[in-house]
C-alpha cells in the first residue's frame, strides 16, 4: 500500500531490484490481479509475503451484515494462506450508523474472532488485531490501544489471535511499552508496521501517514520495544500518504529503503 | 469560543436572553475587549465566568520561550482572576521543533506547574490540565489522556492544580470512566466540557467539534461518570467549528442550549 501507484509485478520488479526481501501485501490488488496468479508471482520472485491486509469490519449489529464481513474474514484467512503468510491483519471496525455503543462494538469483535480464529487456525494463519489511532473509534476501528486489541486477544489462544503494532497508531501512548511486553510475553506480537506521525493531518485524517523520518517517531525505540518482547518477524513500514502516492512509485519505494535502513537498528 | 462570530456584548445578550447562566470565556476576545470591561460587562449582566482558556503551552525547551510562557501563563492566571473565575484551562503544548521525546516534553509541563500552581493559588485560581486527543499529541498537546494528566495533577495540591473532561478528548477512552472516579476522589475535576465527535474530520483537525447530539458521544453517559465522582460545577458546551461558525451566532447559541437540554440529565 506504501507503493500503491505501481501494479504488483512492478511491485515485485522494485523489491528485486532493492533487495527488499518481503512484502505485506493488500486484498483489493492481490483480488483484482487474481489470488493465485499473485501468488505465483510473488513465490517466483522469492519475495516472502510478511501480511495480508486486512480482514476485520466486524461491529455491525444486523445480522445479514455480520454474517456477511464473516464470510468475507474466511475468504480473506482462505487469500493469506494462498499467499503463503500466516498472518491476517484485523481492522475491527467502526461504530454502526447511530450507535454510540463502544462497548457493544468491542464485544461483537470477540463474538466474531470466536468464529475466525479455529478457521483461520485450521488454515494456518494467524488474527492479528490492529488497534487504530483514536481518531478512527467511531468510523474505522473501535480498538484504539494495544490494552484493548490485547483484552481481546487474550480471550483465545495466541496462535488464533494476538495483535499489530504499528507505530502511527500507538505512538503517543504512554502505556503501549507495558502493552507490548505483555503481548510478546503471550508471543501475540502478530505484526510490527512503521510509519511517521506528521501534520497537518489531511481532510479525513486517512492518507497523512507519514515517510520514516519525517515525523515525530522515534522508530528505533518502537523497535527496541518489541524486539525487547522477543518479536524477530519482518517490520513492515506501511504509508497511505496521497503526496507519497503522486510520486514516482520506485522512487517512493527505493527512499522508503533509504530511510528504514536510516532509522531502524 | 462555540459562538466566536459574536462580539462580547452580543454573547452577553444572547445569553441573558437565552436563559444562560454561565459562560467560559477565551483569552483572546477578552484581551481584545479589555479585561475589566469584559470583567465588569458579564458581571453587570449576572453572567458567571466558568472558566477562562487557556493557559498552557509549557513544553518549550529554550529558555527564552520557557520565561515568556512563564510570564503568560501568569497574566492568564490574573485574567482569570480579574473575570472573577477560579478556573484556568490548560492546554499543555506540543513537541518541540525537531524533537520526538514526549517523556520529556509531559516532565518540562510539571516544572512549569511546580512555579505556576502556587502563583495561581495566591490568586484564587486552579490550574486544569486538559488532556487533548492523541491526535493532537504532537503539535498542540502531549497529555493524551485523563491517566497522563493526573499523573502530572498529583504532584500538586488538587486546590491548585486538577483536570479538564472534555467528552471530545475522552470519550473514545475505556480507561477514562476509572480516571475520572480517581479525579473526583481527589477532588481535581476543576472543569467539565462537551462536544460530540464527528466525522469526517476536517483538515488540520482542529475545527471540527461536534454539535451536542450530532455524533458518536452519549452525553449523558459522561455526565454520569463526572456526577457520580461528586463534580457539581458547571458543564460547558465547547464547539470549534467552522461549519458552525458559519452560521448566525444567536441562533446557534439557541440550538446549543436546545441540544444542551435535549442531551444531558
Known sequence: MTVK??????????????????????????????????????????????????????????????????????????????????????????????????????ERIADALAELGPYAEEHGVRLAIEPLHPMYASDRCVVSTLAQALDLA???????????????????????????????????????QLADWTTPLPEGVLNGRGQIGDGSVDMREWQGYVEAAGYTGAIEVELFNDVLWARD?????AETARRFVEHTA
Open 249 to 253: 512509485g520506485r522512487e517512493l519505494l
Open 5 to 106: 501507484q505501481l501494479s504488483l509485478p512492478e511491485l515485485v520488479d522494485a523489491c528485486r531490484d532493492l533487495g527488499v526481501p518481503a512484502v505485506g501485501l493488500w486484498r483489493e490488488p492481490v483480488q483484482a490481479y487474481g489470488v493465485e496468479a499473485a501468488a505465483k508471482l510473488v513465490r517466483d520472485a522469492g519475495l516472502t509475503v510478511t501480511t495480508l491486509c486486512r480482514g476485520g469490519f466486524l461491529t455491525a449489529i444486523d445480522l445479514a451484515e455480520r454474517a456477511a464481513a464473516l464470510a468475507d474474514n474466511r475468504r480473506a484467512v482462505d487469500e493469506a494462506a494462498a499467499l503463503g503468510t500466516d498472518t491476517l491483519v484485523l481492522v475491527s471496525g467502526g461504530l454502526p450508523a447511530g450507535s454510540k455503543d463502544l462497548r457493544g462494538a468491542r
Open 154 to 192: 487474550e480471550r483465545f489462544p495466541a496462535r488464533q489471535v494476538g495483535v499489530t503494532v504499528d507505530t502511527y497508531h500507538v505512538w503517543w501512548d504512554d502505556t503501549a511499552p507495558a502493552q507490548i511486553a505483555r503481548a510478546g510475553a503471550q508471543d501475540r506480537i502478530h505484526a510490527f
